[in-house]
């Protein structure tokens, strides 16, 4: 890595800063200047960016050196000629078919409210994040690798005002600068068997060694979820370290930069951290491929990351996706999905399931120093991607955790149609180290949220949305977890609110309406709000359901001036934090 070209960082730190300085005031770069033409030229906002597509797609793009054509040549050799018939799974015309279609950018843009009136504490701004690559790719796709897209509705007064922008990672920067694909995309570019699987690293290797673009930089996409914590707001992606964004007083949103303090080069961040509401506090961790395979730390409330901890007790890589905190204690899953690079080498993805291995829980006190009181129970059967909440009961000798487990994991990467899920309560007794797991609710449950001030404390509802397939939903329900007993071990559900046929959503996120009195009112006094799309009509639209309500009736809709393709996850942000936000 030290013979990284010099001259290459230098010529794009000075594109990033030209890029942050257009942003900021003239925005007089070619991009910018056609995003001005949006403002005023209606429909024509169409026509110039597809020019601008058309331009990459034919190979003429006017930056384009003679050796970056010349890598642009061999990728297209190898999705001709070498990469072997594509599934569905990793099929662009298949995986951006319908409404996960990319969208272009769109500027702040009015919305008409349809029905019902928005709540005052609705003051603030939804955000979603999501992939939404820039170009349509021409070899294997998978959906988690489109280039980050948050969708934010600003709200205020009772009026709304919708903009989609994509975040600005170092690989959108550079990939947008040279017109066509550079960095390998993570969970894609493995998927065509072992010539195309090596033909892909020997031409990274070559663009990284020419000074094409610099690892170092990161290679992420920012496009799973958000998080607001030390006074700023992130994209984030667990394959990179956080992009700071925030949202200007007319809705529009600007991405700041890669947050390079919390991590150094080639490290990353999960895309789940955990924010404790009392103190402010974000803990975090990340996993890698190579030892140590996971790290946990955490970011006090100024925004300084905290000694690092390494946890050397997880023998092998593994995709550790979320985790969840208690009052004193972290739990992270080692579940049977693997991290095996030398799979490349055999001609298989390296990311995939060993349905030998069996599934642990780890535990660590929450400040932890090192990993010299960790230990881990097994949970055979039990395969987490998210995790709900967690807490202790009776005097802290029992650690609760809600998450969904896959069913089915085998099918996790490449037949999302396949897999079905069970929420369940873990109960981990920390003096026998012995666990007992009940089923709280059936269903292809999972994006479940609670009140988020409840984070790490115990709550008494979660809210899930319907799979069918995740990410695409159709419908919430309402869970509660009181109902969960020794004497009940049945289905919790205590509402449940389904779409109308032909319209789909996404994760739902709770607002209290009280978010300054959280104590004095009830954990579910709030609003679920959430991205819909009708299939049928092609319009998407922002509703806001009452979380207290029997059926979780709709009490405002927003139509919104473009669709939302299904995503992942979001956040709200009230306006006193958005205010916040403005001065950085």
């Known amino acids: 890595m030290k013979g990284f070209s010099s001259s290459f960082l230098q010529k794009h730190s000075q594109i990033n800063s030209s890029v942050r300085i257009n ?79 990319a969208v272009e950018e769109l500027p702040p843009t009015a919305c008409t409210v ?99 673009f610099d690892p170092r930089r990161g290679i992420g996409v920012a496009n799973t979820s958000l998080a607001l914590f030390a006074g700023k707001l992130f994209a984030l992606g667990e394959s990179d370290l956080p992009y700071s964004v925030k949202l200007t007083p007319d809705g529009d949103i600007i991405t700041l930069g890669r947050h390079v303090s919390f991590g150094e080069p080639y490290m990353t961040m999960t895309a789940h951290p955990k924010i404790a509401a009392d103190s402010g506090e974000a803990f975090a961790f990340r996993h890698s491929i190579t030892h140590p395979y996971l790290t946990y730390f955490r970011i006090n409330p100024d925004g300084i990351k905290q000694p690092e901890v390494p946890i050397n007790s997880l023998k092998q890589a593994s995709l550790v996706h979320d985790f969840a905190v208690t009052e004193n204690y972290a739990v992270f899953s080692d579940s049977q999905i693997a991290i095996k690079p030398a799979e490349i080498l055999r001609g298989k993805a ?26 881990w129970v097994e949970a055979p059967g039990f395969n987490m991607i998210h995790a709900v909440n967690a807490w202790e009961e009776d005097g802290g000798d029992t650690v609760v955790m809600v998450a969904p487990n896959i069913l089915g994991v085998e099918n996790v990467l490449e037949r999302l149609d396949l897999i079905q899920t069970s929420m369940e309560r873990i109960e981990i007794n920390v003096k026998t180290k012995k666990m007992n797991r009940k089923s709280v609710c059936s269903g292809n449950l999972d994006f479940a949220v609670i009140n988020p001030s409840y984070v790490g404390k115990k709550n008494r509802y979660v809210y899930a949305a319907i799979g069918d397939p995740m990410p695409k939903t159709v419908g919430v329900v309402k869970i509660d977890l009181s109902l969960s007993t020794a004497a009940n071990s049945g289905d919790c559900t205590v509402a449940r609110h389904l779409y109308p046929p032909g319209c789909y959503g996404g994760e739902p996120f709770f607002v209290p309406k009280e978010p300054n009195k959280s104590a004095a ?26 979380a207290k309500s029997p059926n979780l009736e709709i009490v405002a809709s927003v139509k919104l001036p473009q669709r939302v393709p299904y995503g992942f996850h979001g956040i709200f942000v009230p306006q006193c934090e958005l205010e916040r936000l403005y001065d950085n």
């Open 23 to 101: 942003e900021k005031h003239n925005r007089t770069s070619i991009s910018h200047r056609t995003r001005v033409i949006f403002f005023t030229a209606g429909k024509r906002r169409i026509f110039l960016r597809s020019r601008k597509l058309a331009d990459s797609d034919s190979g003429t793009h006017p930056n384009k050196s003679l050796l970056t054509n010349i890598f642009k040549w061999l990728d297209d050799f190898i999705c001709d000629f070498i990469d072997p018939p594509l599934r569905p799974c990793v099929d662009p015309k298949h995986v951006l078919s319908g409404n996960f279609a």
């Open 114 to 212: 349809i029905e019902g009136s928005l709540p005052p504490c609705l003051n603030g701004a939804y955000i979603r994040n999501g992939p939404n690559p820039q170009f349509f790719p021409r070899g294997p796709y998978h959906l988690f690798d489109g280039d980050g897209m948050l969708h934010s509705i600003r709200i205020s007064g009772g009026e709304a005002v919708f903009c989609s922008r994509f975040v600005r990672t170092y690989k959108y920067d550079l990939e947008r600068e040279s017109g066509s694909p550079v960095i390998l995309n993570v969970f894609s570019a493995f998927n065509g068997g072992l010539l195309s699987s090596l033909s892909r690293c020997v031409l990274a290797s070559g663009r990284a060694l020419a000074g094409e």
């Open 350 to 375: 390296p990311i995939g399931v060993d349905p030998g291995k069996v599934p642990r829980l780890g535990i660590i006190r929450r400040y932890a120093v090192d990993e010299s009181e960790m230990w």
């Open 521 to 546: 009112t009830a954990e579910d006094d709030g609003y679920l709000v959430s991205y819909v799309h009708d299939e049928n009509s092609k319009e998407s639209k922002f509703i806001v359901m009452d």
